[in-house]
């Protein structure tokens, strides 16, 4: 697009200048883009929504915490967010209702705990809960995140976990938790894993 002087009101010549900008763009970017088109048109990579068969949720808690799905539970230091979560491993593991009466859903829960100890503390609030100790687990080596999660998803499938719980979930990222490409890294396959185990996987995360 050349360049020429005309007499346009004021609001038109930002628009010739985001034109000609575009253009120049084209331009330059033109060859790469044309590849990536040709691309998807030869490897079927993308797909029509309209060919997407949709899904019903499946809850742990119904219109909480759903099953194959990653939930964040955030709140400040000290305002029992690990009680919460024990008490959701004590119903599963017995399947009884939840907080609010609505259904539960029996099965086994897998622990990644990091902040207390097992023996002092958390076996003691598991029973206080009523919890069935059988159907609750945890790993004997440290797991981190996304080093392990081979590990973690055989470790799922061989207990056949519905609850995964992870807290906090900073102490099990062997990432750089300020980089959140690197987090989102971690955390897709984790995604992946609950979504095929059909498990809820909570993560406790501290503000």
């Known amino acids: 697009m050349g360049s020429h002087s005309c007499d346009c009101p004021v609001g038109i010549a930002p628009i010739k200048l985001l034109i000609k900008f575009s253009a120049s763009a084209v331009i330059a970017f033109g060859t790469p883009m044309h590849k990536e088109m040709a691309m998807l048109r030869s490897t079927d990579q993308v797909v029509n929504l309209s060919e997407i068969e949709p899904q019903t949720t499946e809850w742990l808690w119904p219109g909480r915490i759903p099953l194959g799905e990653l939930?964040?539970?955030?709140?400040?230091?000290?305002?029992?967010?690990?009680?919460?979560?024990?008490?959701?491993?004590?119903?599963?593991?017995?399947?009884?209702?939840?907080?609010?009466?609505?259904?539960?859903?029996?099965?086994?829960?897998?622990?990644?705990?990091?902040?207390?100890?097992?023996?002092?503390?958390?076996?003691?609030?598991?029973?206080?809960?009523?919890?069935?100790?059988?159907?609750?687990?945890?790993?004997?080596?440290?797991?981190?995140?996304?080093?392990?999660?081979?590990?973690?998803?055989a470790a799922i499938a061989h207990t056949r976990s519905r609850l995964v719980i992870i807290d906090?979930?900073?102490?099990f990222l062997s990432c750089d938790v300020n980089g959140d490409q690197k987090v989102r890294r971690a955390l897709g396959p984790l995604k992946r894993i609950a979504d095929q185990a059909n498990c809820a996987v909570i993560m406790v995360r501290h503000l």
Do not use: W, Y
Not at 97 to 109: C, H, L, N, Q
């Open 71 to 153: 939930t964040i539970l955030d709140g400040d230091p000290s305002c029992n967010k690990s009680s919460v979560t024990l008490d959701l491993a004590a119903r599963v593991s017995t399947g009884q209702e939840m907080p609010d009466r609505t259904p539960g859903v029996a099965g086994s829960v897998l622990l990644l705990l990091a902040e207390d100890s097992l023996e002092k503390t958390i076996i003691q609030r598991l029973r206080a809960a009523g919890a069935n100790l059988d159907n609750i687990s945890t790993f004997r080596e440290d797991v981190m995140l996304p080093d392990h999660l081979g590990r973690l998803e």
């Open 168 to 171: 906090p979930l900073m102490a």
